[in-house]
């Protein structure tokens, strides 16, 4: 099976810049596309940003010219930067996978969540 894990989350202030990360591991293939989806309490989750093995990206309106999603296809890792941070962006951030195995089965795969606080 496969196993996403987020790390970097954290406080940081309007205006502020921070990092997120999730790495990929198990009966790892390959993986098609690496996302990221954020809900804050009370809301929906919402999409936030993807990547394909090709590295074409694909972002919400809400966070283009700000974020910018990469990934290692190597180590299996996907992260988001995150610029000129707003109190509106935090939530809890997601990763998503969809992630083909070693038996060629194809799997789509959710992260725990790292919490983002945006506040002075």
């Known amino acids: 099976q496969v196993q996403l894990v987020e790390s970097g989350g954290g406080l940081v202030q309007p205006g502020g810049s921070l990092s997120v990360s999730c790495a990929a591991s198990g009966s790892i293939f390959s993986i098609n596309v690496m996302a990221w989806y954020r809900q804050a309490p009370g809301k929906q989750r919402e999409f936030v940003a993807s990547?394909?093995?090709?590295?074409?990206?694909s972002y919400a309106d809400s966070v283009k010219g700000r974020f910018t999603i990469t990934r290692d296809n190597a180590r299996n890792t996907v992260y988001l930067r995150m610029n000129s941070l707003k109190p509106e962006d935090t939530a809890v951030f997601y990763c998503?996978?969809?992630?083909?195995?070693?038996?060629?089965?194809?799997?789509?795969?959710w992260g725990q969540g790292t919490q983002v606080f945006v506040s002075s």
């Open positions: 990547i394909t093995s090709g590295g074409y990206t």
């Open positions: 998503n996978a969809e992630v083909v195995l070693t038996t060629r089965a194809i799997v789509n795969v």
